[in-house]
């Protein structure tokens, strides 16, 4: 296998990653260089089966960076039907709802509420009108190195490798992606991406990132139930004070509704889980009644970056540059992030094709230091780390910056490591969750079914375990083996035949949708994640 020669082709910039940053970057490279009268060679290459299989996002979008890219988008028929027209904001108890001030961030004014997969899937129509090459079904497994150190493209992962390691009679050896320039739009925790910034140093002088887990459903609802265009969210309930978090409703076009619960990942207590948290949460009184007598037809789960302006890493190295939630650009308190990752992709492409005409000085950093990414982020960095101190004081601080400082306080606060926050599971109070109802709430498995999450069953687990010692040594015995409750997917499972036997870990690759959580949260950073075969895990429709 060693021997086999892959296959080589040349581009001038390869894109790793269809969602809305890389296929942005595509289009701008595309238009430059029909603006300058030249031919740009440019691919993209998307580890889902199709592009959008792995997109999941809330998603109330914010068309500020679509009308820059794609001015006449309305009449190219961009699929954003169902314009924003009522905010919701509530603090939840157990059996109440109290409407607070919609902050001004979460003003929805102008926005629309949208199925992001399918906005790229467009996005992608327009790519390859301009010439762009996208192959949907490779994974970028890969790195290439010059021998002077410079990126100069990436390889997709051999097909047909069995769980030995040896190829099957389905073996196709992977292809090399080759360019002068390779941007890395892989989403949140990308395998490649924290390759590329152990290497570089990207990270020396900014803070760590910190994430959250959302998870989320789509449902078609009762007609007397459904008001396209309103957009809910809450806290309180059923989180406790101290665990930073809330949910979104958004009534989409066609009598479809999509729910979500997201969880910073810096929580404390091993016993939580984020996915009952979520089924917990639609049982509440205000909640329920939206989707009784209504029908639940899709299901994801994914990471979002939470470091907000603090955590952008450096974006350029040698050959290449970082996008989107590769780097991390989700506005936290303004709920979006499509927005920033579509610019943050046009100011990439903008500085690349200066680097490919010869200005060896232009920069993806200092192209996003001179846009508004910048200043919008800049305005929010001390929202998200201020509820450590607690939802109430958080909330007070929110309202001190946002309405009396603006944005412009002399201070900045910093983010530590979501994986050292942990508690012992000795000290941490275990969470009782209810059965599964089968109607409003659900059981993961079934939730994954309607995932369609499919891997190649006889291929290498992309799910790795540095020390395997330590799964049961330190994160069975220490922690209860959080990674049990925070995998939404039902990955992971103790396993013991009988009492007296030692318990194992066991790890359930087939079910992973994709969310990277094992890879954040794992207290000793224990778990890799890395890419399966291409066009492996789910299949999202319309999320």
């Known amino acids: 296998m060693a021997e086999t020669e892959r296959e080589r082709m040349e581009y001038d910039v390869v894109i790793v990653g269809a969602g809305p940053s890389g296929l942005s970057a595509a289009i701008r490279l595309k238009q430059l260089a029909a603006a300058s009268g030249g031919e740009l060679g440019v691919c993209v290459v998307e580890k889902g089966s199709e592009v959008g299989a792995h997109i999941l996002s809330g998603a109330v979008f914010d068309p500020k960076a679509l009308n820059e890219l794609i001015p006449d988008w309305r009449e190219r028929g961009a699929p954003l039907d169902t314009p924003a027209t009522e ?73 047909g490798i069995g769980k030995d390691g040896k190829p099957t009679a389905n073996f196709t050896r992977g292809v090399e992606l080759r360019a002068r320039e390779t941007l890395f739009a892989e989403g949140c925790r990308g395998s490649l991406t924290k390759t590329l910034v152990a290497r570089f140093g990207l990270r020396e002088g900014h803070d760590p990132q910190t994430y959250a887990i959302g998870v989320k459903e789509l449902w078609e609802v009762a007609p007397e139930r459904h008001r396209p265009g309103l957009a809910i969210h809450t806290i309180g ?55 009784e007598g209504g029908r639940r037809v899709a299901y994801g789960a994914r990471a979002l970056n939470e470091g907000g302006f603090q955590s952008i890493p450096q974006l350029d190295f040698p050959g290449g ?63 998200r780390p201020s509820f450590r101190l607690g939802l109430w004081a ?29 508690m012992r599971a000795g000290a941490a109070p275990p969470i009782d969750y209810p059965r599964p109802d089968g109607k409003v709430t659900f059981d993961r498995l079934s939730s994954v079914f309607i995932s369609n999450t499919n891997h190649e069953e006889n291929q290498p687990a992309h799910l790795k375990l540095r020390d395997p010692a330590k799964a049961i040594a330190i994160n069975y015995r220490l922690y209860d083996s959080p990674e049990q409750r925070y995998c939404p997917a039902g990955v992971y499972e103790i396993v013991r035949p009988d009492e007296s036997a030692e318990p194992r870990l066991q790890i359930n690759a087939q079910n992973c949708v994709h969310c990277k959580t094992c890879d954040i949260k794992d207290p000793e950073q224990n778990i890799d994640w890395v890419v399966p075969e291409g066009g492996g895990g789910p299949n999202y429709p319309n999320m």
């Open 237 to 291: 309930w059923p989180l406790d004070g101290n665990t930073y978090g809330g949910s979104f409703l958004y009534h989409l076009e066609g009598g479809q509704v999509s729910v979500g619960f997201v969880i910073g990942l810096d929580y404390k207590n091993p016993y939580l889980s984020p996915f009952e948290e979520f089924q917990r949460f639609k049982t509440h009184p205000a909640i329920r009644p939206f989707f």
């Open 321 to 383: 540059g970082l996008v989107g939630c590769a780097a991390g650009f989700i506005n936290v308190p303004k709920i979006k992030g499509n927005h920033t990752a579509m610019k943050s992709g046009m100011a990439a492409a903008e500085a690349v094709f200066a680097r490919l005409g010869g200005d060896a000085e232009a920069s993806i950093g200092a192209a996003l230091r001179a846009s508004w990414v910048w200043d919008e982020l800049y305005r929010v960095r001390n929202i």
């Open 394 to 422: 958080g909330l007070a601080y929110s309202a001190l910056d946002t309405y009396v400082l603006r944005g412009r306080a002399p201070w900045t606060f910093h983010h530590h490591p979501d994986h050292t926050q942990l």
């Open 87 to 159: 905010d919701r904001f509530l603090y939840l108890t157990r059996n109440r709802a109290l409407r607070l001030p919609t902050p001004p961030q979460m003003h929805n004014h102008g926005n629309y509420v949208i199925s992001l997969g399918n906005l790229c899937r467009w996005l992608a129509q327009q790519a390859e009108e301009l010439g762009v090459e996208i192959y949907p079904g490779f994974a970028a497994a890969e790195v290439l190195y010059s021998d002077d150190g410079r990126v100069v493209g990436v390889a997709t992962g051999d097909m």
